[in-house]
C-alpha cells in the first residue's frame, strides 16, 4: 500500500450483486482507493480535503481458465441442443398416426430423461454465465478483463452544505 492509496484482489466466496442487481460471480473483485489530501471541484460535484475514495469492480486475472470455460460452456451449449433436438424428434413421432400406446409409453421415459439432463444443463450454463466476464468487459494486453461497472463509495469527515 502506499500513502495515497492501495488496492488488492479479493476472492468471492458466494454470489454478489452487480450494478443492475443480478447475482454473480467474478473471479476476483479489484477493490483499489484513493486518497484526496487537497479535495477536488467540477461543475457542481466535489470532493472534499481528506476524503477517501474507494472502487469496487469485478476482474477476471486467469485468462488461460476463461479459454478452458468458453470451451466447456460452448460444449455445454451443444448438449442443450442436442436434447432440444432428441425432445423434438420424439414428439413429431408420436403425433403421427398408427403409433400404438406402448410406443408411447416408452418414449415417455425418454421425454423425462431428457427433461432432467436439460434441467440439469440449464443449470449448468446459467452458473457458468454468472462467472463469466459481462459483455462490454475492458481487456488488458494481458488478458485479463474488468467488469465496465462497479461500485464507488466515498467517504470524509466532512458533512457537504449543499
Known amino acids: 500500500y502506499a ?5 488488492c484482489i479479493q476472492r468471492p466466496t458466494g454470489d454478489i450483486r452487480n450494478a ?11 477493490r483499489f482507493w484513493i486518497d484526496c489530501p487537497s479535495g477536488a471541484k467540477k461543475r457542481d460535484a466535489a470532493v472534499f480535503p481528506g476524503t477517501r475514495i474507494f ?4 476482474v477476471w486475472d486467469d485468462p488461460g481458465g476463461l479459454e478452458g470455460v468458453q470451451s466447456e460452456y460452448e460444449g455445454v451449449v451443444d ?3 442436442r436434447v ?28 423425462v ?3 432432467k439432463e436439460f434441467d440439469r444443463l440449464q443449470s449448468k450454463k446459467e452458473a457458468m454465465e454468472k462467472a463469466a466476464p459481462p459483455l462490454g468487459a475492458s481487456e488488458a494486453a494481458n488478458g485479463v478483463k474488468i467488469a465496465p461497472k462497479g461500485s464507488l463509495v466515498i467517504k470524509g469527515n466532512k458533512i457537504p452544505d449543499w
Do not use: M, Y
Open 79 to 81: 448438449d442443450l441442443n
Open 55 to 58: 472502487f469496487t469492480t469485478g
Open 3 to 7: 500513502d495515497s492509496g492501495g488496492w
Open 84 to 111: 432440444i433436438d432428441e425432445t423434438r424428434e420424439i414428439r413429431e413421432e408420436n403425433d403421427e398416426d398408427g403409433v400404438g400406446v406402448v410406443n408411447k409409453l416408452k418414449d415417455f421415459g425418454a421425454l
Open 20 to 30: 443492475a442487481g443480478s447475482a454473480v460471480r467474478p473471479e476476483g473483485l479489484l
Open 113 to 115: 430423461d431428457n427433461s
